[in-house]
């Protein structure tokens, strides 16, 4: 792993894909124990794409009709507990499901092939939200700072870019996770929903939209004239999460695992950081990447 961190974490190659410790169990569990069900939606990310906001944003969308932006969940609970992930969270979703309480959507930054059998074989919507490689890697190496309380000037982030290209990096490689989704997406159309970080920076109110039908909860044209969409954009926007106590100064509860902090999650959210941290060097060698590993699938990553 990172000579920078110093031993602090491991890395282990489950299947192809880089995880730590604490998230094997509940991946192994997950793989054992999980049963799809027909009404199940599944949100799908590779760390640091926008899951936190993805999350938020369909929280509010399947509880509009409870909630309004001044009385919601959102404002005192953190995204990550209002939307469980399968491998953090999987004591807590099987105990749910033996109790027949709901707890649909379920989130996941596990790789395509790594979904539980029951999920691929399932008709079960799928959303996956992908991010610019380059901002993916910024967000991640200031995210592993924060939860190692490693100084940015004892980090070197060039070790950090090489590791990630090599495809060392937490539910990496980065490139196998988004051709694992695109081409799931191609074999499966209807199945699988590709959301990109950026699409929804620049037009929230279509994505919103989008992501509303396919997941079985469309805006009324009533909603839409009285501006149901705008609220809910307002509400899970980076300026007003960031800014809640909770997601401050909070932290997440998960019984089996130490969480990074809430802050942790809310850095720039913007489009472009990795100007301020990329060499020309590092920019030619990921574009040039971006091509051999990614390009076959279609996607505008650059
Ligand atoms: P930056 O580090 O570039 O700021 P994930 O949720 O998958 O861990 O991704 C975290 C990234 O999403 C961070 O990116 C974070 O700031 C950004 N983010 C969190 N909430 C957001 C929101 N409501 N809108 C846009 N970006 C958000």
């Given at each position: 792993s990172l000579s920078w961190l110093k031993g602090k974490v491991t890395l282990y190659n489950y299947q192809g894909t880089w995880c730590n410790r604490m998230f094997l169990e509940g991946v192994n569990s997950a793989q054992q124990s999980f049963k799809a069900r027909p009404s199940d939606v599944f949100l799908c990310s590779h760390p640091k794409s926008g899951t936190t906001w993805l999350k938020a944003i369909v929280f509010a969308i399947i509880t509009r009709q409870k909630f309004d932006e001044f009385n919601t969940p959102l404002l005192t609970t953190m995204p990550h507990d209002c939307i469980p992930s399968l491998e953090k969270n999987i004591e807590q979703i099987l105990e749910n499901r033996h109790n027949n309480s709901c707890v649909t959507p379920i989130a996941t930054h596990l790789p395509y092939n790594l979904l539980p059998e029951s999920i691929r074989a399932s008709n079960c919507k799928i959303v996956y939200i992908y991010r610019n490689v380059k901002d993916v890697i910024v967000s991640f190496y200031h995210f592993l700072c924060g939860i190692h309380n490693v100084p940015i000037e004892d980090a070197p982030f060039e070790e950090t870019f090489d590791e990630f290209c090599r495809g060392i990096s937490g539910f990496g490689p980065y490139w196998d996770h988004i051709s694992g989704f695109a081409k799931a997406s191609l074999e499966r159309p209807g199945i699988i929903l590709l959301l990109k970080y950026e699409d929804m920076k620049k037009d929230p109110t279509s994505n919103v939209k989008r992501l509303a039908e396919f997941i079985g909860y469309p805006f009324t044209p009533q909603e839409e004239k009285q501006g149901v969409i705008e609220s809910i954009i307002n509400m899970t926007s980076f300026e007003n999460l960031s800014n809640l106590e909770v997601n401050k100064n909070g932290l997440q509860k998960v019984e089996r695992l130490i969480m990074p902090e809430n802050?942790?999650?809310?850095?720039?959210?913007?489009?472009?950081?990795?100007e301020n941290h990329f060499t020309d060097e590092m920019n030619e060698k990921i574009d040039k990447l971006i091509d051999e590993k990614l390009g076959h699938t279609g996607l505008v990553l650059k």
């Open positions: 802050r942790l999650y809310f850095r720039k959210g913007k489009v472009g950081d990795w």
